[in-house]
């Protein structure tokens, strides 16, 4: 038995996580009766990692800043406006790619019980009272704006504190740390669950119904994380950038996919980080931070649907209202949350740019919620997997104007 389990885990990760999704799809179509049993593994894999994620942030980034000497240079500022400018300019992709291939929905109902943020005043005020949370809170509900702010105040107060008490916070984060690594472990039939659980209750041909909208909204996703992403990296490294932006790909979008969580794909970017040689000082922030405000799949989402709502309707956009609303949408975008469907409540937002009624615009979310099985977890690959990439790019961007410096001098 021993054996067999060595040899299981000798196989790289990736690997384990096909082989699991291999069996989970012919699981489901051939025994699609066994849900709960099956179904079970993918819910606490999920379970598991948003429950350690929390933990494994608020010690990571504690220890990180308690630790960090003065004269240790991070990457932050960078970091943040990759975020930014990447989450800008997937609004400004979907924009194009809805004027360019305009799509008409079947409005329906399903968005019952939801309630969506009244204006970017609301989304923003949201975000600020995050920042203010009761830590205790911020850890059970997994805020991760709140976890980061007391994370960083708590670090910063124990900068004097004794090196033994530094000491005793380094031993939790790596504990946890390993905690995760177990877990990670498991990712194979976590996902197996998962991909049964989807195909058994959804069924394959309801991954298809709205055909148009998804090859519209995977088609924008596609040309970001292949296109634009390729372009900043190439910019910032001067080299090859598709050997970077692949393993992103498959080591965070893989796993991100299946678990539909930038939050609970944490554990795993920070793992990749670890494995790519960066600065741990710079991840344990960039990434938690990344899965809250780097939402370039959410700005596409949120884009694309607001302006298939506007086609339906006959809402004339003018190119004024179009900038507009790739702003709106990259703003809103960082306010949505790193769960699941976050950024299908947004949706409305963006429908009041051009007069859409709420009752209608929630019909629009109904829709988001239909194709969601493929939307949201493109989205979630996209935005977590961008999170490690733009972390690696300012490093190694960095590293070679030190290096150009070097040379020169």
């Given at each position: 038995?021993n054996?067999?389990v060595?040899k299981w885990?000798?196989?790289s990760?990736v690997k384990r996580?096909i082989?699991g999704?291999t069996?989970?799809i012919?699981?489901?179509l051939?025994i699609?009766d066994v849900?709960?049993?099956?179904?079970l593994?993918?819910?606490l894999f999920?379970?598991?990692?948003?429950a350690?994620?929390?933990?494994l942030v608020?010690?990571?980034v504690m220890?990180?800043?308690c630790?960090?000497k003065?004269?240790q240079k991070t990457?932050?500022?960078?970091?943040?406006m990759?975020?930014l400018?990447?989450?800008?300019?997937?609004g400004?992709?979907a924009?194009?790619g809805?004027?360019?291939?305009?799509?008409k929905?079947t409005l329906?109902?399903g968005?019952e019980?939801v309630?969506?943020p009244?204006?970017?005043?609301e989304?923003l005020?949201?975000?600020?009272m995050?920042v203010?949370?009761?830590p205790?809170?911020?850890?059970?509900?997994a805020n991760y704006?709140?976890?980061?702010t007391w994370?960083?105040?708590l670090g910063?107060?124990?900068?004097?504190a004794?090196?033994?008490?530094?000491?005793?916070?380094?031993?939790?984060?790596?504990a946890?740390s390993?905690?995760v690594?177990?877990i990670?472990n498991?990712?194979?039939?976590?996902i197996?669950?998962l991909v049964?659980?989807?195909?058994?209750?959804?069924?394959?041909?309801s991954?298809?119904?709205?055909?148009?909208?998804i090859v519209?909204l995977v088609?924008?996703?596609a040309?970001?994380a292949l296109?634009v992403?390729p372009?900043i990296?190439?910019?910032?490294i001067r080299?090859?950038?598709?050997?970077l932006?692949?393993r992103?790909?498959r080591e965070s979008?893989?796993?991100?996919?299946?678990?539909?969580?930038?939050?609970?794909n944490i554990?795993?970017n920070?793992g990749?980080?670890?494995d790519?040689?960066?600065?741990?000082d710079?991840?344990?922030?960039s990434i938690?931070l990344?899965a809250?405000?780097?939402?370039g799949?959410?700005?596409?989402?949120i884009?694309?649907?607001?302006?298939?709502?506007a086609h339906?309707?006959?809402?004339?956009?003018?190119?004024?209202?179009?900038i507009?609303?790739s702003?709106?949408?990259?703003?809103?975008?960082?306010?949505?949350?790193g769960?699941a469907g976050?950024?299908?409540?947004?949706?409305?937002l963006?429908c009041?740019l051009f007069?859409i009624?709420n009752?209608?615009?929630?019909?629009?979310v109904?829709v988001g919620f239909i194709v969601g099985v493929?939307?949201?977890s493109?989205?979630?690959?996209l935005n977590?997997?961008?999170?490690?990439?733009?972390?690696a790019v300012a490093e190694?961007?960095k590293?070679?104007?030190?290096?150009?410096?070097?040379?020169a001098?």
């Amino acid at each position: 038995m021993n054996t067999l389990v060595n040899k299981w885990n000798n196989i790289s990760l990736v690997k384990r996580i096909i082989i699991g999704l291999t069996v989970g799809i012919i699981l489901a179509l051939t025994i699609p009766d066994v849900v709960s049993p099956i179904a079970l593994l993918g819910s606490l894999f999920v379970g598991a990692l948003k429950a350690v994620a929390p933990i494994l942030v608020f010690f990571l980034v504690m220890s990180a800043i308690c630790q960090h000497k003065e004269g240790q240079k991070t990457n932050m500022k960078s970091i943040i406006m990759l975020y930014l400018l990447g989450t800008l300019i997937a609004g400004i992709v979907a924009v194009v790619g809805s004027f360019l291939f305009p799509i008409k929905l079947t409005l329906v109902a399903g968005a019952e019980g939801v309630t969506p943020p009244g204006g970017v005043g609301e989304v923003l005020k949201t975000l600020l009272m995050n920042v203010v949370d009761n830590p205790v809170n911020a850890l059970s509900s997994a805020n991760y704006i709140g976890i980061l702010t007391w994370a960083l105040i708590l670090g910063m107060a124990l900068k004097n504190a004794s090196d033994t008490t530094k000491q005793v916070i380094v031993n939790i984060s790596d504990a946890v740390s390993q905690v995760v690594r177990w877990i990670i472990n498991l990712a194979p039939f976590g996902i197996m669950g998962l991909v049964f659980d989807t195909i058994a209750t959804a069924g394959i041909e309801s991954l298809f119904s709205y055909g148009k909208l998804i090859v519209l909204l995977v088609g924008c996703m596609a040309f970001v994380a292949l296109v634009v992403n390729p372009i900043i990296t190439f910019i910032a490294i001067r080299k090859n950038p598709y050997p970077l932006v692949f393993r992103c790909l498959r080591e965070s979008g893989l796993t991100a996919f299946f678990t539909r969580s930038s939050a609970a794909n944490i554990p795993v970017n920070m793992g990749l980080c670890k494995d790519l040689g960066l600065n741990k000082d710079t991840y344990s922030v960039s990434i938690p931070l990344g899965a809250t405000i780097n939402m370039g799949g959410a700005a596409i989402t949120i884009s694309v649907l607001a302006l298939a709502a506007a086609h339906t309707l006959g809402v004339k956009v003018d190119i004024g209202t179009a900038i507009i609303l790739s702003v709106l949408s990259a703003v809103s975008a960082c306010g949505a949350s790193g769960v699941a469907g976050g950024s299908l409540l947004l949706v409305p937002l963006a429908c009041s740019l051009f007069g859409i009624p709420n009752d209608i615009a929630m019909q629009v979310v109904g829709v988001g919620f239909i194709v969601g099985v493929i939307q949201d977890s493109c989205e979630t690959a996209l935005n977590s997997s961008t999170d490690v990439l733009y972390t690696a790019v300012a490093e190694f961007g960095k590293r070679r104007k030190e290096e150009v410096k070097k040379i020169a001098s």
